[in-house]
């Protein structure tokens, strides 16, 4: 009977100290299943795999309507493509020859490409001896002038910021656009950076005189406030697509009065891949050059009057006749082109605007007036030289 009772003693203990590794074991096994997995990022920080994977867009406070939700998520998707350009001067000392670097201004302008190219306006770094852009993260890149384009106020720079910095713009179109419909602005007005204001397209088809005098048509026009700082960044749509660059404002005051101009998506998409190859736009051309509008005016003229023509230039092939002066001293009249392909040529601004929708290779029925009657003849456009 004794025996019996003690191991029954020992049988029990046993069966209480293996429940206990057991459960030990279980628990420890069931603890690891469930602890965050972690690795390491590209700096060697830890982080958090689980976290990224079910990672959420942050909560919107309580009370907002679809359509301010709708505008901070596209200002959330789009602020990081903005970028802020400040410009200086080099300036050397009268009395120390040390040369000082001496601010200029500031403008703002957006990522075009995982490349580095920056657009902005051709005056927000007009006359600058250098440039540099701060991204959405904060760091700032000594920038490279890539390519220049006045006549459309466009202008491409170049940074060295790793890829993954880098926020390329979606690209939407501009040739379907309507008075009405809503548009955003992200920019960096007085040096504010990353400002949104909202509006509508108010007017389509505006024309404003670029730096170099030509015009530049199909400008949108918005009642989105855009300050000075402003110029160079994106106009966007309400899907968050580029549809125009911002580039001035209308006000006797210099501060946005409602009246804001931005140069279409469709002109930038095709000037900004020129500038990143050539430097400049490659516009074909018939080389030629043209009579001033003032001379055009005091001779009662339409058109563009040709004042002279490059030898070996498509113009000359063609037989086009420059302005000249004969042996007694006269001047005699060259061609006057008044028409490219069926479209009226007023001036020479017109022939130009005309001009750039062809390429170097393409053939123009060019329509000239020579000596009062009219006449019509085939050139084969060159390339810029």
Same mark, same amino acid.
């Given at each position: 009977? /004794? ?18 590794? +057991?459960?030990? @074991?279980?628990?420890?096994?069931? *603890?690891? *299943? +469930? ?16 976290? #990224? ?8 406070? %309580?009370?907002?309507?679809?359509? &301010? =939700? ?27 020859? *040390?040369?000082? #670097? ?27 001896? !250098? ?18 384009? %006045?006549? /459309?106020?466009?202008?491409?720079? /170049?940074?060295?910021?790793? =890829? ?23 920019? *960096? ?34 009642? @989105?406030?855009?300050? %000075? ?22 006000? $006797? ?26 430097? !400049?736009?490659?516009? $074909? ?45 006269? +001047? ?21 605007? +005309?001009? &750039?929708?062809? !390429?170097?290779?393409?053939?123009? /029925? ?6 009062? !009657? &009219?006449? #019509? ?9």
């Amino acid at each position: 009977m /004794k025996g019996s009772s003690i191991f029954r003693f020992i049988l029990w203990a046993g069966l209480l100290i293996g429940g206990f590794f +057991i459960g030990s @074991a279980w628990n420890t096994k069931h *603890n690891l *299943n +469930i602890a965050p997995q972690t690795s390491a990022d590209e700096t060697g920080t830890p982080r958090n795999v689980n976290d #990224e994977e079910n990672s959420t867009p942050a909560a919107m406070p %309580p009370g907002l309507n679809e359509g &301010e =939700k709708a505008t901070i998520r596209l200002f959330e998707a789009s602020a990081p493509s903005v970028a802020f350009i400040t410009t200086s001067k080099l300036r050397q000392d009268y009395w120390t020859s *040390n040369v000082m #670097e001496i601010p200029q201004g500031s403008g703002s302008g957006f990522v075009w490409d995982r490349e580095g190219h920056v657009i902005t306006n051709y005056h927000v770094i007009q006359d600058a001896d !250098k440039a540099q852009v701060t991204l959405a993260d904060r760091t700032t890149w000594d920038a490279e002038l890539v390519g220049a384009a %006045p006549e /459309k106020d466009l202008a491409v720079l /170049k940074i060295t910021a790793p =890829k993954s910095a880098l926020k390329p713009i979606p690209v939407g179109s501009s040739d379907n656009l309507l008075v009405g419909q809503s548009v955003l602005a992200i920019g *960096n007005p007085f040096g504010l950076d990353q400002t949104l204001t909202t509006g509508i397209i108010s007017a389509l088809g505006r024309e404003i005189k670029s730096v170099s005098g030509i015009p530049i048509r199909d400008v949108i026009q918005s009642d @989105a406030a855009i300050n %000075p700082g402003n110029s160079g960044g994106p106009l966007l749509n309400s899907s968050g697509e580029l549809i125009g660059v911002n580039t001035a404002i209308y006000s $006797p005051s210099g501060a946005s009065a409602g009246i804001g101009f931005s140069i279409p998506v469709d002109v930038v998409k095709w000037v900004v891949p020129d500038l990143i190859q050539y430097g !400049k736009v490659n516009r $074909p051309t018939l080389g030629i050059e043209l009579a001033n509008a003032q001379t055009t005016q005091r001779l009662g003229m339409k058109g563009a009057l040709i004042t002279h023509v490059a030898e070996g230039s498509a113009a000359e092939r063609a037989g086009l006749q420059p302005t000249y002066r004969d042996r007694t001293g006269r +001047i005699r009249l060259g061609d006057a082109i008044i028409g490219i392909n069926g479209e009226k040529v007023e001036s020479s601004n017109d022939l130009i605007l +005309i001009l &750039e929708k062809f !390429k170097a290779g393409d053939n123009v /029925k060019v329509k000239v007036l020579r000596e009062d !009657k &009219e006449q #019509e003849v085939t050139v084969r456009l060159d390339g810029s030289r």
